[in-house]
């Protein structure tokens, strides 16, 4: 086999770079490049595709990384994981009004986002001259067409930079692009903390002029379709993608285990697949009560400072030496955590203290979950 030692391979007319079916590589667009996890809304740890009813003046996490909000009007809706994607796409997220605001005033604001570290972005150098220009693609389909909008935010929410898109025709995907100048000015954490955020708006009063910074207060651009003024209206997004430069490339696919292994550095489920599955060990410290030490499967980004629990106390059990098993008496509960295990209370009668023990789910689908989200 011979080998082919070059410095550079360039184009016929003598150019830099050559292009590989149609894709010129660069720098930017290689891969690493999409700066949003779950973009294409594969993981979905928390409702396996089931809907989250989504009423005023709440907010929390969907899909693996993807937050709602709902302000203080009086519109509802439903958002959830959807099979309904373009081509070359599995997933989507899908957004329906439940109960309209055709009204909206101050306060009133419908929107999904993600929050991307600090860590992530800091390469973007945004607060100082050096900052750098960033690109947002992503595909969407509306019942509803229109001009649509949202923004991209500071952590401290006082540095804003509204945006704006056109949707066509009804019930249709469309791909749509947003390149952004970056910011020269305001403070924007490179830490493990929010480093920015972009938001897409359904619906809110909070709107300020596209395409450029401003300090005042937006989380849209003016102009924007109203979605939630209209009944059962659904919105569609997927294939998210935001990256440095002028130019948007192709979504990057990451495998599965990879994108699998980003969401849970914010957020873990344990989830049983069988009626008896292990969750943890750990020792009994008196005759009723238990430490357990579940690893987390990746560092996460902070120590976890809850513990979500499903079912009742029947759902777990403790595996004593023998074996012998005894049906948990209450549901486990936080005890403390790190950044790569938590430490989990479990309840059982007639244990012998300091003897080392196994708990094990005793029910399909029984769950712990652990978050460190942004």
Not at 197 to 206: C, K, N, P, R, Y
Not at 296 to 322: C, H, K, N, Q
Request: charged share 10%.
């Amino acid at each position: 086999m011979a080998d082919l030692n070059v410095n550079s391979i360039g184009d016929a007319s003598g150019g830099n770079t050559a292009t590989i079916n149609g894709y010129t590589p660069t720098l930017s667009n290689m891969a690493g490049r999409n700066r949003i996890i779950n973009g294409d809304m594969r993981i979905d740890q928390r409702n396996a595709g089931a809907a989250v009813s989504v009423t005023t003046a709440t907010s929390g996490y969907f899909l693996d990384r993807w937050f709602y909000y709902n302000g203080s009007g009086t519109g509802n809706f439903n958002v959830q994981q959807s099979s309904n994607a373009p081509a070359g796409f599995v997933n989507s997220t899908l957004f329906t009004v439940t109960a309209p605001d055709s009204s909206l005033s101050s306060g009133d604001y419908y929107l999904i986002s993600q929050k991307i570290e600090g860590t992530n972005v800091s390469d973007l150098a945004w607060g100082t001259v050096n900052a750098k220009t960033i690109t947002l693609s992503f595909w969407v389909k509306s019942s509803v067409a229109g001009t649509f909008g949202g923004v991209v935010r500071n952590d401290a929410n006082n540095r804003f930079y509204p945006f704006s898109y056109s949707i066509s025709n009804t019930d249709t995907w469309e791909y749509k692009t947003v390149t952004i100048a970056g910011d020269t000015t305001g403070t924007w954490l490179t830490t493990t903390e929010k480093g920015l955020e972009v938001i897409f708006s359904l619906g809110t009063d909070a709107v300020q002029s596209a395409d450029s910074w401003t300090a005042s207060v937006a989380l849209s651009a003016t102009g924007e379709t109203n979605l939630m003024a209209t009944n059962g209206a659904t919105f569609y997004i997927t294939g998210v993608q935001l990256e440095v430069g002028s130019v948007a490339t192709p979504f990057e696919n990451v495998d599965y285990s990879e994108m699998l292994s980003r969401c849970q550095r914010y957020y873990y489920r344990w989830v049983a697949t069988a009626s008896t599955v292990p969750i943890g060990v750990g020792y009994a410290y008196s005759t009723g009560s238990t430490l357990i030490l579940v690893p987390f499967p990746v560092p996460m980004r902070g120590r976890p400072a809850s513990l979500e629990t499903t079912g009742t106390a029947s759902d777990y059990r403790i595996v004593r030496a023998g074996p012998t098993v005894v049906t948990c008496s209450s549901t486990p509960s936080y005890s403390n955590s790190s950044l790569v295990n938590g430490q989990v209370l479990a309840s059982a009668p007639g244990l012998t203290a300091g003897e080392g023990l196994l708990l094990h789910s005793n029910a399909t689908g029984a769950f712990l979950g652990w978050s460190a989200e942004l």
